[in-house]
DNA sequence: TTGCGTGCAAACGCTTTGCATATTA
DNA sequence: TAATATGCAAAGCGTTTGCACGCAA
């Protein structure tokens, strides 16, 4: 999206509370500093990561907070949760659609064109339902050799 | 595969020995047991169930058995390990190439023709890494009164 | 007898919950 | 002041680990 959001350590408060505002989220003091390390640029992190690089700024909030407010946009579509690892979670902060791949040794996870994939439509599905999400995700590892 | 494993409860000793053997696997009473309750169909069952199930007809496999069990089927490739749902693993009977459609009211999860997605190669991806899995998952849920 | 598989319980890591306090409208 | 958000600690849940025992080559 616009490249005023690239190359940029955090977001600026007003960038943040645009976000927020555009989502119907009451903008809190955490949700803004959350929003501003998550959307700082295009990427994926864990409620653990973002814990970490919160406390490194000394900004105060909790985990408990952390997950509530992750959770919170997750259900009305700020971020997108990524599910890859059953372990934990991560959380995408680039609206784009697309899918992922996925480096299984070293853990990194990464864009990948949504051109690349087609999906056809589902022939069997009910009318009753609808597709609300599509998830790919490419593990790669490094060759064996041999 | 075979229309022999459709319409059974469980595969005998024999088509499971067969199997483990197939892929290298020891055949030992514990795996076995697991095995011909999980080949018995395509299915898509969680350790919890597995365990469940064992339980109820009274096949005594204990609880690190069966997720050391379905850790080393995953890594030989006997099953698939399907990540759906952060809070659990699936692991994945069908052999063929397959991917997903998740109920997220039900938790039901169905497979679809692999036929309907595509992926193109990755141009970007580095010769030294290949590709070892993908993950197709289509979220579903009924639609939304209006 | 050496190695591998198993069983039990305890430990682990991520996430959620209960509840009191604080903040916001 | 009524509603919502936050913080802390404890609980929850699926999964893994440590270790002793058992079994097979």
Same mark, same amino acid.
């Given at each position: ?111 990948? @064109? ?30 064996? @050799?041999?």
């Amino acid at each position: 999206m616009s490249a005023t959001l690239q190359n940029r350590d955090r977001l600026t408060r007003e960038q943040a509370q645009g976000l927020l505002d555009r989502h119907g989220i009451a903008p809190t003091e955490q949700r803004l500093e959350i929003t501003r390390l998550l959307f700082a640029r295009h990427q994926h992190l864990s409620a653990e990561q973002i814990l970490a690089q919160l406390s490194m700024q000394a900004s105060q909030v909790s985990k408990a907070t952390v997950y509530n407010t992750l959770k919170l946009f997750a259900e009305t579509g700020l971020v997108r949760e990524v599910i890859i690892d059953s372990a934990k979670r991560f959380y995408d902060s680039n609206p784009n659609p697309h899918h992922h791949l996925f480096h299984t040794d070293s853990g990194r996870l990464e864009d990948v @064109a949504p051109a690349r994939v087609e999906i056809t439509d589902l022939p069997g599905l009910s009318p009753a339902m609808e597709v609300v999400g599509v998830d790919v995700v490419i593990r790669v590892a490094p060759r064996k @050799a041999q």
